[in-house]
């Protein structure tokens, strides 16, 4: 069975319903963003990425809003499905580092 | 394309024992990396390379070496296995666009 994930804030929506899962950053030289999707048993999916200059970018259901100032950002899932659950990650690349710093992952739990 | 294949998916060693996880993509992927995932602390960066013959150290590279001689493949040796390194264990390849494909793990157990 999977084990990662034990001690993740959770999030459970009914199907249907738009989700809302946020994550706050911690360095502001970051310049890139990613919001991946973990199913049980496999690797990160990659979703959606955005850029720093950018504050919201769509992408097919999905949308995520980046707020510099407060160093936030979300991901927004329109009519969320049951194989929408999973854990979502964000990560952050640092300007200049090659490195991707990711968050610990929020699960969403979406209910028929 | 294969994209990043891993193996073996699991493995059971002893303390003190050594071994390697093999990583390799097929996509022609200058960048490649490891990271691990435990539980409530998502994933941490090993060590990562940016082409073939250059790696370098990510966030907890201790008891862990790489080696990147071809594009193709990464893996990641253990020199003497501790019960802190049970984990799972994710090899990545990245894009210049920045977008990353991830392996399917390796569930690690070190006894």
């Known amino acids: 069975g999977e084990s990662v994930g034990l001690h993740l804030p959770t999030l459970s929506v009914q199907e249907g319903d738009n989700s809302i899962i946020n994550c706050a950053y911690s360095?502001?030289?970051?310049?890139?963003f990613i919001w991946y999707k973990q199913e049980s048993g496999k690797g990160p999916q990659f979703i959606i990425d955005?850029?720093?200059?950018?504050d919201k970018r769509q992408g097919q259901r999905v949308t995520v809003l980046l707020n510099k100032t407060v160093k936030h950002l979300s991901l927004q899932i329109a009519a969320t499905q049951p194989g929408d659950s999973a854990v979502y990650f964000c990560?952050?690349?640092?300007?200049?580092?090659?490195?991707?710093?990711f968050g610990t992952g929020t699960r969403l739990l979406v209910s028929p | 394309n294969a994209g990043v294949t891993q193996t073996p998916k699991f493995q059971v060693l002893k303390t003190g024992q050594s071994m390697t996880l093999q990583c390799a993509q097929d996509m022609n992927h200058e960048y490649m990396s490891w990271y691990r995932q435990d539980p409530g602390m998502g994933l941490r960066l090993i060590h990562y390379s940016v082409g073939a013959g250059i790696t370098d150290q990510g966030e907890v590279p201790n008891g862990y070496n790489v080696s990147r001689s071809t594009t193709e493949d990464f893996p990641l040796r253990l020199l003497s296995a501790a019960p802190s390194q049970t984990s799972v264990y994710f090899c990545?390849?990245?894009?210049?666009?920045?977008?990353?494909?991830f392996g399917p793990g390796t569930r690690l157990t070190v006894l």
């Open positions: 990560a952050e690349n640092i300007a200049g580092f090659q490195k991707l710093v």
């Open positions: 955005i850029r720093s200059n950018m």
């Open positions: 990545a390849s990245r894009t210049p666009g920045n977008e990353q494909f």
């Open positions: 360095n502001s030289a970051s310049d890139y």
